[in-house]
């Protein structure tokens, strides 16, 4: 037995309305061939990948971060929150696949597979593998406040899950029939660890799959990584003690819901920064001569992503050309290079800062 999905109230659904409005606009906004969205994307990724690991307790810098989501660097054995968040990043590309897979079909073996993606790194705790004994959720103070079912339990479960995702409650809001996803594998809880991480990936993959956003613009984890003691308290007061699905799933699905909406308005009002933030910068390069590439440059050293590999692939241009590009911008003062050989990166500098946010 499932969680029945809930019916929603009419404020519930005026709050649909307007995130249907809302989506519509940041649709158009994120289709467009702007040149400052492959920055905005990468950022954006990284963001929501490092929220959704630090709930979890994995926290690695910024800069790290878009590296490792970006794939211009490696974790190495031992990082474990490098590896955390190489291994979530690895299960969102798998997640981009999956939603544009014209013969895509729910199995058990999607889910299993989309957890060792993420838990691979952590060879002890079964990645990809059903839990064989009791998981509970503790609490600050080493309490247990949520027993899941038994591990006998678990594939059957599982298998209800699956065939829900695959054909339940398919004429429900996509929003909402993702936060129902991942209250059903969360309640479950079938892996040993990983848990909160697979379920907000499967919310990931249902809402990709429902053709609304790209992964990395449909996603709640930012906000639930900023929210994340409330994220437990609506979960635990959802779900309760043990494993109850006669419980009413109505105030988690409203969690979700206003979550959805303050991450809208949220990429929508990044989206509009972005443009300006480029606009400003197309200034500057046009008041020296230089050609429109370097402005890549520039909004990348403003998200601390400038490399000159990351460069080059982005303004399709040789690594011979993006080392010239580069150090011309360090010689004008606006660049401050940071290493050296492949490490290398560039940083913005004050009078760079300053061009990007004056509005003249």
């Not at 241009?317 to 050989?341: K, N, P, Y």
Request: proline share 5%; with cysteine; aromatic share 8%.
């Amino acid at each position: 037995m499932l969680f029945a999905t809930p019916p929603l109230t009419s404020t519930l659904e005026r709050n649909l309305h307007e995130l249907d409005g809302l989506r519509g606009k940041l649709t158009r906004e994120t289709d467009r061939a702007a040149p400052w969205m492959g920055t905005l994307r990468r950022v954006v990724r990284a963001t929501s990948i490092t929220q959704s690991t630090g709930i979890e307790g994995f926290h690695v810098s910024e800069h790290d971060a878009v590296a490792l989501v970006s794939g211009e660097a490696r974790a190495d054995a031992g990082e474990t929150d490098r590896q955390a968040v190489e291994c979530y990043a690895r299960a969102m590309d798998h997640v981009g696949v999956l939603a544009r897979d014209p013969e895509f079909t729910w199995l058990d073996r999607v889910i299993l597979d989309l957890h060792y993606d993420t838990c691979a790194f952590q060879r002890g705790h079964d990645p990809g593998l059903w839990r064989r004994g009791p998981v509970g959720i503790v609490d600050s103070r080493s309490r247990i406040v949520y027993q899941a079912p038994d591990a006998g339990a678990v594939p059957g479960l599982m298998f209800d899950v699956v065939e829900w995702l695959a054909g339940g409650d398919l004429d429900v809001h996509p929003v909402v029939r993702a936060a129902m996803a991942h209250l059903h594998v969360v309640s479950v809880h079938p892996f040993r660890d990983g848990n909160g991480r697979i379920s907000r990936i499967v919310q990931s993959l249902v809402l990709a799959r429902s053709g609304l956003l790209a992964p990395e613009f449909g996603s709640i984890e930012e906000y639930l990584g900023e929210h994340t003691p409330a994220y437990y308290e609506i979960l635990q007061r959802t779900h309760g003690r043990t494993y109850a699905p006669t419980r009413d799933a109505r105030p988690w699905v409203a969690f979700c819901i206003r979550a959805h909406l303050d991450q809208a308005r949220r990429l929508l009002r990044q989206v509009d920064a972005a443009a300006t933030r480029w606009e400003r910068l197309e200034r500057l390069a046009e008041r020296r001569g230089w050609p429109d590439r370097f402005v890549i440059a520039l909004e990348q050293s403003l998200f601390g992503v400038c490399g000159r590999t990351g460069y080059a692939r982005e303004a399709d241009v040789s690594f011979a050309t993006a080392s010239s590009d580069l150090r011309r911008m360090v010689e004008a003062g606006l660049l401050i290079q940071r290493g050296r050989g492949p490490a290398t990166r560039y940083e913005p500098s004050d009078a760079l800062r300053a061009a990007a946010t004056r509005s003249q």
